[in-house]
């Protein structure tokens, strides 16, 4: 089980045209700052990721998917401290090296190399399947109110049942899910403003004009995640469940493991997205599910190692009941898998090979590739 070889795999891999938001909007969904510009400047697709290739002595390959915007220097460090090692050895619920948004890449790419030799999947290490088909939603950007209502009756008709949209004050989202009410009805609604809702009395407001419609399934993050005292304030004004997003690749602006515990205590909330490796998933997992709260895996709109990842997860969680964010085979031009996820709306089924159960398609990864990287014992 030693590894002998990483080999990191530069890729920008783009959307459909007109898949993230209406053409006539320009509203970049990357919430970090990047090379000095601010958050928020820059879209999503426009940004690299890395493609791990983690080979081991006896020829195995696991594979890895870093989220967007890697840190070459990170990489090169992880990479190069872990060529050698034997993942026998290694504890892979707490790798050796620090939790940047780099970790997950590297933990999937180990865990899935590990299952192989087994002859299991990821599911098995994390105690096993509590579902086959986990749930997914259709996913948007911002929608212009003419066209909103075409985007979901298109999806509703092949078979979502839930349709998630980024917001702020500036989009009619009671507008919105009043055009989905009348073209997708019975199509369920998540309304995620990432914290863009900063005025309580507005988010009341828009609370009140949704509640009227009747097809919101929840508001994620509707406020700034300090305001403690304000969110506890919104949950007891409205009766749509209030989510809480705890993103562990965003520590950087302050997401942490005990948000979740701190949200409980606080009774701010009725349930969690969560976004994290394989490890964390399953603690976070664990906190909702003795909580009575449900959860959902959040995502980056990423590509198909990832999305794999997020359904191994998403199958052994208890929590995990509402559907999930795995949609980016809907919205990039292209997941790398050699076989895409098995996804038929609403659900897409876990995979059953060994590891994460998905193959690398080598020529989609060379179209994309920008840039390539080896590392070697």
């Given at each position: 089980?030693?590894?002998?070889?990483?080999?990191?795999?530069?890729?920008v891999?783009?959307?459909?045209?007109?898949?993230i938001?209406?053409?006539?909007?320009?509203?970049?969904?990357?919430?970090l700052?990047?090379k000095?510009?601010?958050?928020?400047?820059?879209?999503?697709d426009?940004l690299p990721?890395?493609?791990?290739?983690?080979?081991?002595?006896?020829?195995?390959?696991?594979?890895?998917?870093?989220?967007?915007?890697?840190?070459?220097?990170?990489?090169?460090?992880i990479?190069e401290?872990?060529?050698g090692?034997?993942?026998?050895?290694?504890?892979r619920q707490d790798?050796?090296?620090?939790?940047?948004?780099?970790?997950?890449?590297?933990?999937?790419?180990?865990?899935?190399?590990?299952?192989r030799t087994?002859?299991?999947?990821v599911v098995d290490l994390?105690?096993?399947?509590?579902?086959?088909?986990?749930?997914?939603?259709?996913?948007?950007?911002?929608?212009?109110?003419?066209?909103?209502?075409?985007v979901?009756r298109?999806?509703h008709e092949?078979?979502?049942?839930?349709?998630?949209?980024?917001?702020s004050?500036?989009?009619?989202v009671?507008?919105?899910c009043?055009?989905?009410?009348?073209?997708?009805?019975?199509?369920?609604?998540v309304?995620?403003?990432?914290?863009?809702?900063?005025r309580?009395?507005e988010?009341?407001r828009?609370a009140d004009?949704l509640?009227e419609i009747g097809?919101?399934?929840?508001l994620e993050?509707?406020?700034?995640?300090?305001?403690a005292?304000?969110?506890?304030?919104?949950?007891?004004?409205?009766s749509?469940p209030?989510?809480r997003?705890?993103?562990?690749?965003?520590?950087?602006v302050?997401n942490?493991p005990?948000?979740?515990i701190?949200?409980?205590?606080?009774?701010?909330?009725?349930g969690?997205?969560?976004?994290?490796?394989?490890a964390?998933?399953?603690?976070?997992d664990?906190v909702?599910?003795?909580a009575g709260?449900p959860?959902?895996?959040?995502s980056e709109?990423?590509?198909g190692?990832?999305?794999?990842?997020?359904?191994?997860?998403?199958?052994?969680?208890?929590?995990c009941?509402w559907?999930?964010?795995i949609?980016?085979?809907?919205?990039?031009?292209?997941?790398?898998?050699?076989?895409?996820?098995?996804?038929?709306?609403?659900?897409?089924?876990?995979p059953?090979g060994?590891?994460?159960?998905?193959?690398?398609?080598?020529s989609?990864?060379?179209?994309?590739?920008?840039?390539e990287?080896?590392?070697?014992?």
């Amino acid at each position: 089980m030693r590894i002998s070889r990483i080999l990191a795999t530069e890729v920008v891999v783009p959307a459909h045209p007109g898949a993230i938001e209406s053409a006539a909007l320009r509203r970049p969904l990357h919430k970090l700052p990047v090379k000095g510009s601010r958050g928020w400047s820059v879209q999503f697709d426009e940004l690299p990721k890395i493609v791990l290739q983690l080979e081991l002595a006896d020829g195995t390959v696991g594979l890895g998917e870093l989220y967007r915007s890697v840190d070459w220097p990170t990489v090169d460090a992880i990479a190069e401290s872990l060529v050698g090692e034997d993942i026998g050895r290694l504890c892979r619920q707490d790798l050796p090296f620090a939790r940047t948004r780099e970790y997950d890449g590297f933990e999937i790419a180990i865990w899935d190399a590990y299952a192989r030799t087994l002859g299991v999947r990821v599911v098995d290490l994390l105690g096993g399947p509590v579902r086959d088909l986990v749930e997914v939603s259709a996913w948007s950007s911002h929608r212009t109110l003419d066209e909103i209502g075409d985007v979901a009756r298109g999806y509703h008709e092949q078979g979502f049942t839930s349709f998630k949209l980024k917001c702020s004050l500036e989009d009619d989202v009671v507008g919105w899910c009043a055009a989905i009410a009348e073209s997708a009805p019975g199509m369920r609604v998540v309304l995620d403003p990432n914290e863009r809702f900063e005025r309580v009395a507005e988010a009341r407001r828009i609370a009140d004009g949704l509640a009227e419609i009747g097809n919101v399934l929840c508001l994620e993050d509707p406020i700034p995640h300090w305001m403690a005292a304000e969110w506890a304030e919104l949950r007891r004004a409205t009766s749509i469940p209030v989510v809480r997003h705890v993103s562990l690749p965003y520590t950087s602006v302050g997401n942490r493991p005990s948000d979740a515990i701190t949200a409980i205590r606080n009774s701010t909330v009725d349930g969690f997205n969560f976004n994290a490796g394989l490890a964390d998933f399953q603690r976070l997992d664990h906190v909702a599910d003795v909580a009575g709260l449900p959860s959902w895996h959040g995502s980056e709109v990423d590509l198909g190692i990832l999305e794999a990842a997020y359904v191994h997860s998403a199958a052994a969680a208890r929590s995990c009941t509402w559907p999930s964010d795995i949609f980016g085979r809907h919205i990039r031009s292209h997941d790398l898998l050699r076989e895409p996820l098995a996804l038929t709306p609403p659900h897409v089924r876990l995979p059953s090979g060994p590891g994460l159960g998905v193959e690398l398609d080598d020529s989609a990864v060379a179209k994309f590739r920008t840039s390539e990287k080896e590392y070697r014992s």
